[in-house]
């Protein structure tokens, strides 16, 4: 093989190296935004590869294409996905990481197979210069072979781990790019003590230790394992701290619902024992008349009405614990001069705890959404209505207008500390337990924006179907 053929041959696996590069790029781009992807997204990956493999064509060092690459992924990033650039920024460490692993691997592999070839050429013989040209192009393609196996299984094996977390904290971030720094430190060290000329001599580091062949590419898997572990056992724990953490708010819920039975049980306590004394009312109201203390009977009775005040309901539900958890949420708003409505008869059409806990979950947020804005502007409105086998559930409320839904979420999140250390509690999981609660009764949660006023309506199929859930 001449020179120039030779020259061809490397310049087209170059070019195949960097049109393979930039597609496992895409795929792990696509494990990490999982979101729907849209037609601009489409046009973007394949002006991005076009971009690179038209680069690889100029006579410049790989780091320029890698710079130019980069700083148009951030810019991409910052417009389209605004809230997720340190997402973007794992995506790309990531991605040189996996290629110097891969690089690491096929150049012992490229060194062992062409040092193998040409122990067997005789330097002597007039086409040598040939034979050399041939066996560096073998192991060349070899190399490219295996340097796109490597990198096309490690992208894979990234992309079924990476689960398309919505956010990533940028200690997350830090923590799981550790390794990636690792990689490639390793991958550019090496590649720089490959060949290194002292004086007229050089130094060929696979001459001088041969036993680095086997050994670099084992620090390459190595490092490529303990990545992937890093990121399966950092998302279980993701995992698990959203099942934790949504167990804690079950909880809360679920002490708060006792509370609310017992404030019912109270109060109904309280209206036993007022008929329970209304006798002995009456009959001390008779005595002051015939005593003709008419003063202290209208003080007595004046008194007995503040007593009945107490125990009335603006809102009469026809449930104790509805009737309860609607007053308690009116009395609420309206001390934070929140305008309060509510429409609602309740036949426990489905279990009242179920109900219960809907209602607290939607008040609670609408509640804490007006509470944002002056006093006397916010405004909530609750009713419930039957058609056909379906209860509905509507929650109206103003709000300040900054509605934050993730991409990929139909709920939005706001967050407040919990009482929990590293936990945040969001009403995002309030909301998904109002809409587990409405899918166990083959319904579901529709939430809409219109203006500065949040729509939530709820659908629950009543009857048999629900109760047997």
């Known amino acids: 093989m001449s020179q120039p053929a030779f020259e061809i041959v490397n310049s087209i696996l170059d070019i195949w190296k960097i049109a393979i590069q ?43 294409r890698y710079g ?27 991605f040189y990481n996996l290629h110097c692993l891969s690089f690491l691997i096929a150049n012992s592999i490229y060194m062992k197979i062409t040092g193998v070839m040409m122990k067997s050429l005789d ?31 490690m992208a894979v094996i990234f992309h079924s781990l990476i689960k398309g977390e919505a956010v990533m904290a940028w200690q997350d971030i830090i923590l799981l790019s550790i390794l990636n720094f690792v990689g490639s430190m390793i991958a550019n060290v090496v590649n720089g003590l490959l060949i290194v000329r002292i004086n007229t001599d050089a130094f060929v580091l696979f001459d001088e230790k041969p036993d680095l062949l086997w050994k670099i590419p084992m620090i390459a898997v190595l490092i490529f394992a303990g990545e992937a572990a890093l990121i399966y056992f950092w998302q279980r724990y993701r995992i698990l701290l959203a099942e934790r953490q949504k167990h804690f ?21 309280s209206i036993r024992k007022v008929r329970h004394e209304m006798k002995n009312h009456m009959a001390n109201i008779k005595g002051l008349t015939e005593a003709g203390e008419y003063g202290e009977i209208e003080e007595y009775v004046r008194r007995m009405d503040e007593t009945m005040q107490e125990l009335e309901y603006k809102y009469v539900t026809g449930n104790a614990v509805t009737d309860v958890i609607i007053n308690d949420k009116c009395r609420r708003a309206e001390k ?28 609670d947020n609408a509640i804490e959404a007006c509470e944002k804005l002056e006093p006397g502007k916010g405004f909530i409105r609750l009713s419930l209505k039957r058609k056909k086998q379906f209860l509905i559930l ?76």
């Open 68 to 94: 130019v690459s980069a700083f148009v992924i951030m810019g991409y990033a910052g417009i389209c996905y605004k809230k997720q650039i340190g997402k973007a920024v794992f995506v790309m460490l990531a």
């Open 123 to 153: 330097a002597m013989q007039e086409s040598y210069m040939q034979q050399v040209y041939q066996c560096l192009s073998v192991g060349m393609a070899v190399s490219a072979l295996f340097y796109m196996v490597l990198y096309v299984a």
């Open 22 to 64: 930039a597609i496992m790029f895409l795929v792990l781009w696509a494990a990490a935004f999982r979101e729907k992807k849209s037609k601009r997204d489409g046009i973007a990956a394949v002006l991005f590869i076009l971009a690179n493999i038209g680069i690889g064509f100029l006579p410049c060092a790989a780091w320029v």
């Open 336 to 363: 934070a001069g929140i305008r309060f409505g509510a429409d609602f008869r309740y036949g426990g059409e489905i279990p009242v705890f179920d109900m219960g806990i809907i209602l607290n979950n939607l008040l």
């Open 249 to 269: 708010v079950e909880e809360q819920q679920v002490k708060a619902m006792r509370e609310r039975l017992e404030e019912a049980e109270n109060f109904y306590g």
């Open 394 to 469: 509507y929650v109206e409320n103003s709000f300040d207008g900054a509605v934050p839904v993730s991409k990929g979420s139909s709920l939005p999140p706001t967050t407040k500390q919990s009482i929990l250390p590293g936990i945040i509690t969001e009403h995002g999981i309030g909301l998904e337990n109002v809409r587990d609660i409405a899918e166990r009764y083959f319904g579901g949660v529709n939430i809409k924006v219109k203006g500065d006023v949040f729509h939530v309506t709820v659908m629950l199929q009543q009857g048999e179907v629900g109760e047997g859930k």
